[in-house]
């Protein structure tokens, strides 16, 4: 089994298609993250084709949204950051 980290993939500059479809039986949980684990910003290109890909492999496991605690505005960006997964993300 695997985790799918996006803020890891994103660092590493990895394409999506190369690395979920040849491994969609052994996906185990998907985290929706930034480099260094930043609060989300929506990347359009990228969450649009990594939505797309889990659609296409009928995922149908976890999704978690992975930050550090803000520093300000906490809430508000907790909030925002579960919008934008619910949004772009669920249900899938």
Not at 22 to 50: G, K, M, T, W
Not at 51 to 76: C, D, Q, R, W
Request: proline share 9%; glycine share 4%.
């Amino acid at each position: 089994k695997f985790n799918f980290d996006r803020g890891a993939m994103m660092t590493n500059k990895e394409e999506i298609t190369e690395v979920i479809p040849p491994n969609a039986q052994l996906l185990d949980l998907v985290h929706i993250s930034e480099p260094y684990l930043r609060p989300l910003h929506y990347d359009p290109i990228f969450d649009c084709a990594l939505a797309k890909t889990l659609k296409a492999i009928h995922y149908k496991g976890f999704i978690s949204v992975e930050m550090l605690p803000p520093t300000t505005n906490g809430m508000t960006k907790i909030h925002k950051a579960l919008s934008f997964v619910n949004k772009v993300y669920g249900p899938v």
